[in-house]
RNA sequence: UCCAAGAGAUUCC
């Protein structure tokens, strides 16, 4: 059964649920039963495939083949709830974990934190931490990073920033993560120049910024009328001895804030660019660039991006 | 007894 298990974690996690499905099914009838990983893999699997409601199933038919569920059943349900947004669901969950007497970890306050922030109750989020103190569940680096994104998606940066050193002080590292939420909070509140702090403030660390760092920034910069800055700095990365390789958020940054700006022919320049480097951009990529053209009063060259981008594959959206 | 399988966080419309 954990050989049976590790290959239906194998097949899950490379999106081959069909497969994982049919191994599960084998394994039922089987010799080799599947047990309580076998079922926490396949929920995972499930839910992270949208099938929240299967989910469930599972967890229901496993209690009737008499396994109890885990921690780790519990917190991929969770999650899948609390990551579609009905933290009510969520919480049931966790009363009903809790009665069965399973205790909760720092990762089903994660899962709960996460369900909290999407829905900009960050207060409650806040709270969280507290509770699980009380409980003697030490917070990690992702509760506070969860905390520190769930702030600045409400609007309060300050705080955010606070985290930084509020984490410090109770034993924790920030990492790159945490950087990048709290950049990208300071970006998205035009504060670029704190946001550069921050990076700064990483690097002295001896965190190096990443692809997502940069990205982040390339979208302060169009997002601060600083467009040229961001082409720039997009010329920084496609140089050849940069140790990180830009993708196609990189290209999509830069390709909004010129298209926002009404430079189309820039626009396309970087998606040629894009193309070259064997990138083949994404749906997203064209809705800029026709966005773009119409706004532009260029009805034509909308047309022939629309028509590109069917004939690369893509179904508009 | 020991060893082997499973869960949470950041950037684009």
Known sequence: SIAYSALLNGLCKAKRLVEARVLFEAMKVGD???????????????CKNGEVGEGLSLLEEMEREGL????????????AFCGKGDVEKGRELFDEMSRKNVSPNVVVYSCLMQGLSKSGRWREASDMVNEMMARGIRPDVVTYTLLADGLCKSGRVEEAVKVLDLMVKKGEEPNNLTYNVVVNGLCMDDRMDDALRIVERMVKKGKKPDLVTYNTLLKGLCGAGK????VNLLRTLLSEKFHLKP???TFNNVIQ???????IRDAERIHSTMVEKGL???IVTYNFLIEGCLNAGKLVKALEIWKYAVDSGFSPN
């Open 68 to 79: 109890c569920a885990d921690v780790f059943v519990y917190s991929s349900l969770i999650s």
């Open 247 to 249: 993708d196609v958020f």
């Open 32 to 46: 080799c039963k599947p047990n309580l990983v076998s079922y926490s893999v396949l929920i995972d699997c499930v």
């Open 227 to 230: 467009v040229d800055e961001a």
């Open 257 to 263: 804030g010129l298209c926002k700006e009404g430079r």
């Open 280 to 282: 083949v951009g994404n």
